[in-house]
C-alpha cells in the first residue's frame, strides 16, 4: 500500500508538465490507496519569464475541493473493488525568513497538509547557481542544514518536511549524496525538533533519481541509511515517500525499490494527513 503526498500540476506550478486528469488517472491505475497534490508556493522566487512561483490558493481549494476523497472512503472502495484512490490537498511551502508571517496566514486555509521546502539559500536557487557550489559541499550542507532547522523552528505547523536533501541533487560534483558523517550534530538538531512539533521526514525519490543519474548505483544512491536510523534512534516515527512528479514519466519511480529498502531498516509505517491531522497505515498491508 503507498500514498504519494508530493505532485506536481501544470499551470500552478511552472515547473509541472502534468494535467489533473492525467495525475488522477495514473493514480488509479497504479493501484495506489492515495495520493494529494502540493504545488510550490515560493514567495519571492521567479522564474526566468518573470512569474512568481505562487498561484491562487482560494481557487486552488476550490477547482480541487470536490475531488477530495478520504482514506476511509478509499478503503471502503477498495472492498467493493473499486479503484479509487484517497486524495487529500496539500502545498509546498518554500522557506525564506522574510516570509515567514505571510506563510503562517497561508496555513491557516483549509489544506490537508504543509510541505515545508527550502528552495534557495544565500538568496540563490540550487538549480540555477552552481557557484553555490564552488566553497566544497560539506560547508554548504551544513548551512543548508542550519536554513532547514529554522524553517521548522519558524514553521511549527508544518506536517512535513520536505526533501531534507535537496541540494545534493544539483551539485556540479559527481560524489554529492548527503551523509550523516561530518553532519551529525546538524542532523540532530533537525530530528529533534521534527519529532518535538509532530513533522514527518519525506523520503523523496527525485534526489535518488538524480543522484542515479550522476552515476550511483540505486543502492548507493538511497538516503543515508545512518541518516534515517539516527532519527529512529532520537524516537522519530513519521514518515512519508514521495516521488516528487511532475510529470506522467515520474509516477511512482524507484517506488518499490525503496519501500523494498525501508523495509530494510525496519520502516513499516508511512504517514498520510486529513484535514491537517496525521494518519499512519502499513506500507505491507
Same mark, same amino acid.
Given at each position: 500500500?503507498?500514498?504519494?503526498?508530493?505532485?506536481?500540476?501544470?499551470?500552478?506550478? /511552472?515547473?509541472?508538465?502534468?494535467?489533473? @486528469?492525467?495525475?488522477?488517472?495514473?493514480?488509479?491505475? %497504479?493501484?495506489?490507496?492515495?495520493?494529494?497534490?502540493?504545488?510550490?508556493?515560493?514567495?519571492?522566487?521567479?522564474?526566468?519569464?518573470?512569474?512568481?512561483?505562487?498561484?491562487?490558493?482560494?481557487?486552488?481549494?476550490?477547482?480541487?475541493? /470536490?475531488?477530495?476523497?478520504?482514506?476511509?472512503?478509499?478503503?471502503?472502495?477498495?472492498?467493493?473493488?473499486?479503484?479509487? /484512490?484517497?486524495?487529500? &490537498?496539500?502545498?509546498?511551502?518554500?522557506?525564506?525568513?522574510?516570509?515567514?508571517?505571510?506563510?503562517?496566514?497561508?496555513?491557516?486555509?483549509?489544506? !490537508?497538509?504543509?510541505?515545508?521546502?527550502?528552495?534557495?539559500?544565500?538568496?540563490?536557487?540550487?538549480?540555477?547557481?552552481? $557557484?553555490?557550489?564552488?566553497?566544497?559541499?560539506?560547508?554548504?550542507?551544513?548551512?543548508?542544514?542550519?536554513? #532547514?532547522?529554522?524553517?521548522?523552528?519558524?514553521?511549527?505547523?508544518?506536517?512535513?518536511?520536505?526533501?531534507?536533501?535537496?541540494?545534493?541533487?544539483?551539485?556540479?560534483? %559527481?560524489?554529492?549524496?548527503?551523509?550523516?558523517?561530518?553532519?551529525?550534530?546538524?542532523?540532530?538538531? #533537525?530530528?529533534?525538533?521534527? #519529532?518535538?512539533? $509532530?513533522?514527518?521526514?519525506?523520503?523523496?525519490?527525485?534526489?535518488?533519481?538524480?543522484? &542515479?543519474?550522476?552515476?550511483?548505483?540505486?543502492? @548507493?544512491?538511497?538516503?543515508?541509511?545512518?541518516?534515517?536510523?539516527?532519527?529512529?534512534?532520537? $524516537?522519530?516515527?513519521?514518515?512519508?515517500?514521495?516521488?516528487?512528479?511532475?510529470?506522467?514519466?515520474?509516477?511512482?519511480?524507484? #517506488?518499490?525499490?525503496?519501500?523494498?529498502?525501508?523495509?530494510?531498516?525496519? &520502516?513499516?509505517?508511512?504517514?498520510?494527513? @486529513?484535514?491537517?491531522?496525521? !494518519?499512519?497505515?502499513?506500507?505491507? %498491508?
Amino acid at each position: 500500500m503507498y500514498i504519494d503526498l508530493h505532485n506536481h500540476l501544470a499551470g500552478w506550478s /511552472p515547473d509541472a508538465a502534468q494535467s489533473w @486528469e492525467e495525475l488522477s488517472s495514473g493514480m488509479a491505475r %497504479a493501484g495506489v490507496l492515495g495520493f494529494g497534490i502540493s504545488d510550490h508556493y515560493d514567495l519571492g522566487s521567479f522564474t526566468s519569464e518573470g512569474r512568481e512561483w505562487t498561484f491562487d490558493t482560494d481557487q486552488y481549494l476550490q477547482t480541487f475541493g /470536490p475531488y477530495r476523497r478520504s482514506l476511509a472512503e478509499a478503503q471502503a472502495g477498495r472492498t467493493k473493488g473499486k479503484k479509487q /484512490p484517497a486524495f487529500a &490537498i496539500g502545498i509546498e511551502l518554500g522557506y525564506q525568513k522574510q516570509y515567514v508571517e505571510q506563510i503562517r496566514e497561508l496555513m491557516q486555509k483549509d489544506f !490537508d497538509y504543509f510541505l515545508c521546502s527550502i528552495h534557495q539559500i544565500y538568496g540563490a536557487d540550487p538549480y540555477d547557481d552552481k $557557484g553555490l557550489y564552488e566553497d566544497g559541499l560539506l560547508p554548504l550542507y551544513r548551512n543548508y542544514l542550519a536554513t #532547514i532547522l529554522e524553517a521548522v523552528t519558524n514553521l511549527p505547523q508544518s506536517s512535513v518536511l520536505a526533501h531534507y536533501d535537496f541540494i545534493s541533487r544539483y551539485a556540479p560534483q %559527481a560524489k554529492s549524496k548527503m551523509h550523516f558523517k561530518g553532519l551529525e550534530g546538524e542532523f540532530e538538531a #533537525i530530528f529533534k525538533k521534527l #519529532i518535538e512539533e $509532530g513533522i514527518a521526514l519525506e523520503i523523496n525519490t527525485g534526489t535518488v533519481a538524480a543522484l &542515479i543519474n550522476k552515476g550511483y548505483s540505486l543502492e @548507493e544512491a538511497m538516503p543515508d541509511r545512518d541518516i534515517l536510523l539516527r532519527y529512529r534512534d532520537l $524516537g522519530g516515527e513519521l514518515f512519508t515517500l514521495t516521488t516528487d512528479s511532475h510529470s506522467v514519466q515520474k509516477h511512482l519511480r524507484l #517506488i518499490p525499490e525503496t519501500l523494498s529498502y525501508l523495509a530494510s531498516l525496519g &520502516i513499516t509505517q508511512l504517514c498520510h494527513f @486529513e484535514k491537517q491531522k496525521l !494518519d499512519l497505515y502499513e506500507i505491507n %498491508a
